[in-house]
């Protein structure tokens, strides 16, 4: 086995973090994940936080003792080992792995909850005390409990509420709601009643309901089974999850992070006629691609820049255009978005043209 200097460098790091007592090996359980564990191990997770390194990496070398530490200080914490697991992936060894979770540049922390990779990569400082405080924030109960009904007249109208009413916290039903509000928990605000408080709008069962944005918007009530994972996740996502974001500078780094590209509507702030037509067409034409581009909306003149590549400005607004991270590029008639099949084939040429862009076209960087 050859050291070279950076593992050497890394060695004696260890060394000294050992003979000062802040190291132990052996406790630091980090389970390495490959093709035949990794949906077993991730699955069975309440929380899971996996660093994608490469060993070539300097900044990978770097992360692997803090990452241990951070994880011996949780272990102690949460010992129940499906509570909060620590994983590597070794992205030379496992590249089909790094593929499917679009990992470009080293090392790269992911939070997973119930198997699901959250959009959000932790982009904190890697050391000890913060690894392990956001492992804490991870594992605050994302469900506020509801004293009182009149509670529900206070709640602030600007967020998304998911709201159940159960008979017991002990139940399948419960349990379920806590899995979906777990993974669904950046996206909504969930609250819970039970008991007494909660029979008043139980008069056929539990039941959960969602509240949108805005002071009269009616609420929507959730029809499926309650103990069907799969259902109430795909019903509770659609609500808190818009299939059109809108993109500001505050999210646009988070959005990128999630590595597929961007189909934008730029209009301007006040054409809500527009953005609703485009929402119609999104969800008739494209729904099938969600998941392998993001759709999204702009306030044109704060994107007076990214538009200006594209030989656009404010004036020339609404625009629909692609930008696949190497290249924008703009839909020809703004007027013929709501031709049947227009928008589609628009986003479907990017997947099949010589411009179509995979995982594996991406150089990967070792970050600082």
Not at 200 to 221: L, Q, W
Request: net charge negative.
């Amino acid at each position: 086995h050859t050291h070279t200097s950076a593992t050497l460098a890394l060695d004696l790091a260890t060394f000294q973090h050992f003979v000062t007592g802040l190291y132990t090996p052996g406790r630091g359980e980090i389970t390495s994940l490959d093709a035949g564990n990794i949906d077993d191990i991730l699955n069975s997770a309440g929380v899971a936080l996996v660093n994608f390194y490469a060993d070539w990496c300097r900044f990978s070398q770097m992360l692997h003792p803090i990452f241990e530490e951070a994880s011996n200080i949780v272990r102690e914490e949460f010992p129940d080992t499906t509570q909060v697991v620590f994983a590597r992936v070794d992205c030379d060894q496992h590249s089909d792995i790094a593929q499917r979770y679009r990992i470009s540049k080293y090392p790269t922390l992911k939070l997973f909850r119930n198997g699901m990779m959250m959009k959000r990569e932790y982009r904190a400082q890697r050391s000890v005390t913060a690894i392990a405080d956001f492992i804490r924030q991870q594992k605050v109960d994302p469900i506020k409990a509801i004293e009182n009904l009149e509670e529900i007249s206070t709640i602030d109208r600007s967020r998304r509420t998911i709201i159940g009413y159960f008979e017991k916290r002990d139940s399948d039903n419960y349990h379920t709601y806590e899995k979906v509000a777990n993974i669904l928990r950046d996206d909504c605000v969930f609250l819970a009643a039970f008991g007494e408080v909660s029979k008043p709008e139980r008069f056929s069962g539990d039941n959960i309901i969602y509240k949108p944005m805005g002071e009269n918007a009616p609420d929507m009530v959730y029809m499926g089974s309650l103990t069907n994972f799969d259902l109430s996740y795909t019903w509770t996502q659609d609500k808190c999850v818009p299939l059109v974001r809108e993109i500001t500078f505050e999210n646009g780094e988070e959005l990128t992070e999630e590595g597929i590209p961007f189909l934008i509507l730029f209009h301007q702030k006040d054409d809500t006629d527009s953005l609703e037509k485009f929402q119609q067409e999104v969800a008739r034409q494209l729904i099938s691609e969600k998941g392998s581009i993001n759709f999204l909306h702009a306030d044109c003149d704060k994107f007076r820049h990214p538009l200006l590549h594209i030989q656009k400005t404010p004036a020339d607004c609404p625009v629909i255009a692609i930008d696949s991270f190497r290249h924008m590029y703009v839909f020809p008639e703004f007027s013929d978005f709501a031709v049947p099949g227009k928008l589609r084939q628009f986003v479907l040429d990017l997947h099949s043209g010589p411009e179509a862009i995979t995982a594996a076209d991406i150089e990967p960087v070792s970050l600082e």
